[in-house]
């Protein structure tokens, strides 16, 4: 009887930490929404056709349009295919 009633304490105790734990540490994935955002977008290269992050591209206004490289290099590139 003894054991018994040590093992309900024992349980409720654990209960009453690990809900302690989730609603003050905030563990990640304990029904809590996540405000996540898009940091940037990943895009094209139009030259060598690789994919990078749009803030790190090197931008050209060319004929009216944007072009966004990931390099100079790709940038000088094009220039001159265009020539």
Known sequence: ??????IIVVYIVYRTVKSWLIR????????????????DVM?????????FPRREGV???HGGKTYVFCS??????????RE
């Open 24 to 39: 003050n540490l905030q563990v990640p994935g304990h029904g809590q929404s996540q405000n996540l955002s898009i940091d």
């Open 72 to 81: 100079s290099t790709c940038r000088d590139r094009f220039l001159e295919e």
């Open 43 to 51: 895009i094209k290269d139009p030259v060598c056709g690789i994919y």
């Open 59 to 61: 931008e050209l206004q």
């Open 1 to 6: 009887m003894k054991l018994l009633l040590l």
